[in-house]
């Protein structure tokens, strides 16, 4: 089943059911008004969304309208939580070497940070950056949305209480980035608001594809249209599964709770390319001394995709461009 919120001047936006290839869309007001209504009473709500999914699909409802990517919000506009990881360790290591960092890290223990969840920008909305001074970057990720998640729940079971998969571009602002590290307690202005796919789908919509709490499908990054990178998902060190259980520990988890994968990241980078500027510029360091790609300009457009074994978009692309304030006012 695939679900996109629409806007319509309400924080919440309206959530809509969207068609398997993305061509259409039905209202899903008869048994939820909005995804944040629908995550909090999936199992009762649930049946009945995917029975007006499989009768949209059949075209067999006269309701249905053209799907358009440019009036979706982010599929939550907010979240009660948004969690993000750095799971793919290959990225960590390609920055750790060319900056020769000494990073603290305790074995078996995935690096996790409560990001901001009040403010997520659609996928195709500008996006307003203060000042290209401060080296603008974009990381594609995945991200899985949780219903309600009890204290102490294993990384097995755990996979259970994903609902909705995604995409999202962590934007970063690496100019703040590690003087915030230095300071020992998290990114404020280096994180921005993250800008999310139009779609987000159920597990089944993926088939083989997710396994072992890792989606098996490459990111497709392009920059003014030229490619970057298409790393595939499934290299993750921690897979979703062991994100949840660290993450309850010791609470519950609401839901709604959103937790990202971190930027996508493979070994073989030289074929695959990367998910982020900051990874390239990093392996440039390490080939030539010193980055030759530049941070992100105003003007810059950006797109993030994946597509499925049948060659088409599993999530909606995100794509946007990078402006300066004043022309990302309505943004």
């Known amino acids: 089943m695939k679900l996109a919120t629409l806007k319509n001047g309400f924080r919440d936006g309206r959530l809509v059911i969207v068609s398997r290839d993305l061509a259409c869309a039905v209202d899903a007001a ?3 008004a909005t995804m944040q209504a629908a995550i909090e009473n999936w199992s009762t709500v649930e049946p009945a969304l995917r029975a007006r999914y499989d009768a949209l699909n059949a075209g067999a409802l ?5 799907f358009d990517p440019a ?3 982010a599929p939550f506009p907010r979240a009660y939580q948004f969690i993000d990881a750095s799971a793919f360790l290959n990225h960590g290591d390609i920055m750790e070497r060319a900056y020769n960092l000494t990073v603290k890290k305790t074995p078996g223990v995935p690096i996790l940070i409560q990001r ?5 920008r659609g ?3 500008d996006y307003a950056f ?3 001074d401060d080296n603008g970057d974009f990381e594609g990720e995945f991200a899985v949305v949780l219903d309600d998640v009890r204290m102490g729940v294993g990384a097995r079971e755990a996979l259970d209480h994903v609902r909705l998969i995604t995409i999202f571009n962590d934007v970063s602002m690496r100019a703040h980035l590690f003087r915030e590290l230095s300071m020992g307690f998290g990114f404020i202005q280096a994180k921005p608001a993250a800008a999310f796919a139009p779609v987000a789908v159920t597990p089944d919509e993926l088939g ?3 396994r072992d709490g890792r989606v098996h499908l490459d990111m497709h990054v392009a920059r003014n249209g030229d490619w970057f990178g298409h790393p595939n998902g499934g290299e993750m060190d921690f897979g979703f599964g062991e994100l949840i259980r660290h993450l309850a520990y010791n609470r519950n988890l609401g839901a709604g709770t959103i937790i990202g994968s971190g930027t996508v990241s493979n070994k073989n980078y030289r074929e695959v390319g990367s998910a982020c500027l900051a990874e390239r510029r990093a392996i440039e360091t390490i080939d030539h001394g010193e980055p ?3 941070f992100l300009r105003y003007g810059d457009r950006l797109r993030f995709d994946v597509t499925g074994s049948d060659g088409q978009s599993v999530f909606g692309a995100i794509e946007h461009r990078f402006v300066a304030p004043r022309e990302g006012a309505d943004a």
């Open 30 to 32: 008869p048994v939820a």
């Open 62 to 66: 006269a309701d249905a309208f053209d």
């Open 71 to 73: 009036r979706a919000a």
């Open 116 to 120: 901001q969840g009040d403010d997520f």
């Open 123 to 125: 996928p195709c909305d």
């Open 130 to 132: 203060p000042s290209e």
């Open 208 to 210: 083989d594809a997710w």
């Open 292 to 294: 030759r790609t530049a």
